[in-house]
C-alpha cells in the first residue's frame, strides 16, 4: 500500500457540469476526510467517513455536494452543477479511529471551474 | 470552538539560518497540534505531532515544536534551513471529542535565500 490514492489529479470543467472525485484510502484506515483547500488558504473541512457511515458534514458542504463511502473502502466526492467558486483542490485524508491519530493526506485532486 | 492562528503568511529565511515559524491556538479542552508541509501542486505531509506527552516534540528533516499550555503556543522550529525547506508550512489542532477533523491555520510560505 503506498499511501492515500486521489484520481484524477487535474479536472478542468465547465460551469454547470457534474464531477467526481475519488480517493482510496490506505487499507486499514477506517476513518476517511474530505476538505477543501483554496489558493492561499489552509485546507478546510468538509466530511468524514467512519467505515461508510458519514459522520459528520460542515456546512461548507451544499446540497450541490455529496460523499459516499458505500463499501467502506474508497470515497467519491461528486460536485453537481459546478461553479467557479467550487474551483480548488479537494484533498482527502485518512486515519485510524480516534481523535488524535495520524491522518495522511493524498496528493489532492485540483478542479478548475470555467 | 477550536482555532488557529499563524502569525505571518510569508518568512523568509537565509540559507543556514534558523527557521521559526508561529501558532497560536484556541481550543476549550486538550488539544492535539499539529505541523504539516505542503510542496507545490501536492498534498499534506505530516512533520510531527504533539498528543500530550513531552512538550518538545520531535519531527522530521529535524524540525521540532514546543507545546506551550500558558502561552497557547506550538512554534515550529529548525536551527539550520535548508534549500529544500522552502514549502507551505501550516499548523493543524484536533481538539478531543471532535471525530479527528482537522482545524488548519492559514499556513506560512516558507522562502529560502541561498
Known amino acids: 500500500d503506498t499511501g492515500v490514492s486521489q484520481n484524477p489529479r487535474h479536472k478542468i470543467t465547465k460551469r454547470g457540469q457534474n464531477v467526481t472525485f475519488r480517493c482510496d484510502p490506505i487499507?486499514?484506515?477506517?476513518?476517511l476526510y474530505w476538505y477543501r483547500q483554496t489558493l492561499g488558504q489552509g485546507p478546510e473541512f468538509l466530511t468524514y467517513?467512519?467505515?461508510?457511515?458519514?459522520?459528520?458534514k460542515s456546512r461548507l458542504l451544499s446540497d450541490r455536494f455529496s460523499a459516499e463511502r458505500p463499501k467502506g473502502s474508497f470515497s467519491t466526492l461528486e460536485i453537481q452543477r459546478t461553479e467557479q467558486g467550487d474551483s480548488a483542490m479537494y484533498l482527502c485524508?485518512?486515519?485510524?479511529?480516534?481523535?488524535?491519530?495520524?491522518?495522511?493526506f493524498g496528493q489532492g485532486t485540483r478542479l478548475t471551474v470555467v | 470552538a477550536q482555532s488557529v492562528t499563524q502569525l505571518g503568511s510569508h518568512v523568509s529565511v537565509s540559507e543556514g539560518a534558523l527557521v521559526l515559524l508561529r501558532c497560536n491556538y484556541s481550543?476549550?479542552?486538550?488539544?492535539?497540534l499539529f505541523w504539516y508541509v505542503q510542496y507545490p501542486n501536492q498534498g499534506l505531509q505530516l512533520l510531527l505531532k504533539?498528543?500530550?506527552?513531552?512538550?518538545l516534540v520531535k519531527g522530521i528533516n529535524d524540525f521540532e515544536a514546543e507545546f506551550k499550555k500558558s502561552e497557547t503556543s506550538f512554534h515550529l522550529t529548525k536551527p539550520s534551513a535548508h534549500m529544500s525547506d522552502a514549502a507551505e508550512y501550516f499548523c493543524?489542532?484536533?481538539?478531543?471529542?471532535?471525530?479527528?477533523?482537522?482545524?488548519f491555520g492559514q499556513g506560512t510560505e516558507l522562502s529560502v535565500k541561498p
Open positions: 485524508a485518512s486515519s485510524f479511529p480516534g481523535d488524535g491519530t495520524l491522518a495522511f
Open positions: 487499507s486499514e484506515h477506517n476513518r
Open positions: 467517513f467512519q467505515n461508510e457511515a458519514q459522520l459528520e
Open positions: 481550543s476549550s479542552v486538550p488539544p492535539y
Open positions: 504533539y498528543t500530550s506527552a513531552a512538550t
Open positions: 493543524a489542532v484536533n481538539s478531543m471529542g471532535q471525530g479527528g477533523k482537522l482545524i
